[in-house]
């Protein structure tokens, strides 16, 4: 927690390195100081086949999942300098844009949770 996934229009990965796009976003989230490094994931799913409005010819969508207690003032900053550091990169993309989604607590499971001796419910028990 948290993830952040790349969509994205295949034609991006021909013009930046996964590597530096998915370090960029992994790099501003780290920077944020909302979460620990070592628990954010960063994944890109890019599409061959898309359709985009008129003149429009590619596209880049971030969509950020973290578990609930943070701000609403904390989400959009996010959100907006992830966006910001991201059109930096890539000044010539068609849609550019990024949206942040919440895990309830109360609803969330991971592996640690459900290991029998953390008695304590520490969701980075095995970490």
Known sequence: MPHFIIDCSQDILQT??????MGTVYETAAAAGIFAANDIKVRIQPYQYYRLGNNKT????????????RTMEQKANL???????????????????????EFEAATYCNSSLINPQNINHDRHFEL
């Open 16 to 21: 930046i390195a996964p590597a530096e796009l």
């Open 58 to 69: 590619n596209f880049l969508h971030v969509f950020g999942y973290i578990m609930e207690g």
């Open 79 to 101: 959100s907006k300098t992830i966006t910001a550091r991201l059109k930096k990169l890539l000044p010539s993309i068609s849609f550019l844009s990024m949206s942040i989604s």
